[in-house]
């Protein structure tokens, strides 16, 4: 009899240790799993494709204040960033890499640029003038 307790009591404590066992190791993966998904989430978030954008090249300060066409350079000097309000929707991105568009301040351009929805900014990789859109 005290041989069939023993049994049983040791056949209970295999069969906890193989379940605590095997929720540590699933935890283990759906967390490894997170992380990974994690990075892949922050990889596509800067690594996105080129698109094409039409606007303005102007400073934030006129940008803030509706002024797409201002081609002061002061502004900059004080501090101001160079950004493209893009046609149509009026959106505000800061340039990550303004010495690709400075000389274009105040012109209407199409840049080829990776956006960054997260932060507001594009990164151009091209830039060419257009005739002002009437």
Request: aromatic fraction near 4%.
């Amino acid at each position: 009899m005290k041989k069939a307790l023993v049994m049983g009591w040791g056949l209970c404590l295999m069969f906890l240790a193989t379940m605590s066992f095997g929720a540590t190791r699933q935890q283990a993966q759906s967390g490894s799993m997170q992380d990974d998904s994690m990075k892949k989430d922050k990889m596509s978030h800067k690594m996105t494709k080129p698109e094409e954008l039409k606007g303005w090249v102007t400073d934030s300060e006129c940008a803030a204040h509706g002024e797409k066409k201002c081609g002061d350079k002061k502004h900059v000097a004080q501090g101001a960033k160079l950004v493209i309000v893009t046609d149509g929707d009026n959106k505000i991105w800061t340039v990550a890499n303004p010495e690709k568009v400075a000389e274009h301040q105040g012109h209407y351009v199409l840049v080829k640029a990776t956006k960054d929805a997260e932060t507001g900014t594009v990164n151009v990789q091209n830039v060419k003038m257009l005739k002002e859109a009437k």
